[in-house]
């Protein structure tokens, strides 16, 4: 058995936030990613959050085992993703940069 | 106070299925923790791991392969390489999950694996019969911008194994001289139990070892392992668990197929016992070697005849000529002829090769010819282990064997020492050339034979198309003669005999004319006693009648007339 991401489905949400419940790692990523949208003025969008703790079965989907993970589907279809809790703000804000273009 | 059970708290092992893994760790690896197997790229770790799987699989076991690094076709490729690859790729108990970083990915601070520990817990149903390997997990550790926020993942990961009882493979790739990848320096302390691959390439081919480098709470064997990877995988061909030996030294006696041969011994060699006849190229030792297989082939007993560089068909062929006949066992099936080439793989591999053999086809006598080619394999510095542990095999499992051992023009003892095969077999024969007189006549020396009496004396060593044969000893002051010089000696030792016999006779001859003789004068004596005899008794009669008549004649009261008595007087009856 061997599973790769369908990245075309996803062409709504944007974002998608791979975490595992309340882990520290975990808490930090949503606050981080919550207040960067708000800094590039994309607050509207709504991370779509993904527990694997809950929905373990999404993570072999989306093969994304390491959490908190932050997946950005683009519009075309193109899939990339962010490890960590999102605190260093530079790659973050590189990742996001191209939302406004969206 | 809490009290504890030894036996409980003790480590459970899981059985790799890896006759030597299993062996060397006392059972296998930790049972419901996970064991670090590190090493670099191409030595073995992912076979190794899938390997593992297959047995489980086999044992009706559940697996979880997540691959880090290579794509789950190539990992499914890796396998297929290998005997099992079927059982394991087609089993509903086979799990296989693309965990690779994407090539792309970016990193924004720490993460963690808590993610992946609960994806695979979700397809665990029962811990205790699944096995779980994290193939390549530094792929994904390298992510993490701290040394220490990486091992701190793989610390974590080993203390879900223990609390959720997961028994667990973690592969990392070494980093050059070191044995953890470069960011998770150290990790090879961590967990309880660590297995070190390595493959370095030796004389142009790749040399595989596996170490153990830690293992917590259990003995271990703390060596570099000879390791080789063939169709059916990893193994660790010196130490597969030995056969506990039931065989009892057996007294029976085995033929060598040469009659004289066998006087010498004693009555041939032991069963179960090794003889190792060594010499100089074209001594004889193969046709003496067939002559054994030849005799437990006429006594029903499987034999196993490995050659090094010789095909079977012009070997077989060339033994015919000299009176040997393999083919007629081989084609009854009683014979196994198999044909290897000393280059073609490492000294590790043959043995293996051989251990296989002995498995498959049981043989009861083993033929080797000739043992040193190891030493022509690459990595022939582990000849002399292979020859130990090859002699230890055989024995334990009660093969007789005949090993032959090519020596060097100049040291025609040298090389069957240098193997160690002759200070490790039962019994040891030289062969070599006697060269006298311009000949040159082969000849046989009996150097040792364990629990035997043996001639210590060097015999010549007859070949002809009848096969082998041993000629009688020639002495010669304090030589042994042989050839042309023998046979000359025999000339003279028979007509020296026949001399001695004639005389022999010829004394017998005049003895007995010469009783002849007395007989006829004893019988010429006899007569003349019986002669004398008769004479004597005649004598004795008439005197007798006459001293009657004159006593008659005196007296007054006879009939006869007085003028009688005077006249009768002196007469004679």
Known sequence: MSLRPESTEFAMPLLLLFVTGTAPRSQRARVNLFRTLEQVGRADIQPHEIDLLEEPKEGIKHSVFATPALMKVGQSGDVSVLYGDLSEAEPLHRFLSDLNDE | MLKVDPEQTKLQKRKTGIAGLDSVTGGGLPAGQATLLLGQAAAG???????ILANAIERGEAAVFVTFEESPAQVERDACSFSWAGQLLSSDRWQLFDARPRSDAQVAGEFDIEGLLSVVGATVEDASETWIVFDGI?????????????????????????????TLLLTGKANGSRMAPAHLDGIEFLLSATLILSAE?????????????KFRGSGHVTDELPMIMDDDGIELPFHEALVDSDTTASTERVSTGIPKLDKLLDGGIYRGSSLLISGRPGTAKSTLAAHFAEAACQRGERTLYVSFDELADPYVRNLASVGVDLRSP?????????SLSAHSTQVTEHFFALRRLLDRFEPQCLVIDPVSALLKATASEEACMVTEHLMDLVRRRGITTVLTSLTGLQDPEGEATRGQVSTIAD????????????????????????????????????????????????????????????VALANEEALKERRRK???????????????????????LEAELKLEAQESA??????QVYRREIIERRDPDSEIHPAQRGAGEGELP
């Open chain 2, 45 to 51: 770790k992912t076979v190794l791991s899938l390997q």
């Open chain 2, 201 to 213: 390439m030796c004389n142009h081919q790749l040399k595989r070892s596996l170490r153990i480098a």
């Open chain 2, 330 to 338: 081989i084609t009854s099936g009683l014979l196994r002829f198999v």
């Open chain 2, 538 to 543: 005649d004598a004795e009669l008439m005197a």
């Open chain 2, 138 to 166: 530094d792929q994904l550790l390298q992510y993490q911008p701290s040394q220490r926020a990486a091992v701190e993942q793989v610390r974590r990961i080993s203390d879900h194994c223990e609390a959720q009882g997961w």
């Open chain 2, 427 to 486: 019994s040891w024969m030289v062969l070599d050339y006697n060269v006298r007189a311009g000949e040159r006549n082969r000849s046989l020396s009996i150097i040792k034979s364990r629990g035997s009496a043996h001639s210590n004396q060097q015999r010549e060593l007859l070949l002809s198309d009848a096969g082998v044969d041993l000629a009688d000893v020639y002495e010669l002051g304090t030589d042994v003669v042989m050839g042309t010089a023998r």
């Open chain 2, 502 to 524: 004639l005389e022999r006779q010829q004394h017998r001859l005049e003895l007995e004319r010469r009783m002849e003789l007395a007989e006829q004068e004893r019988r010429r």
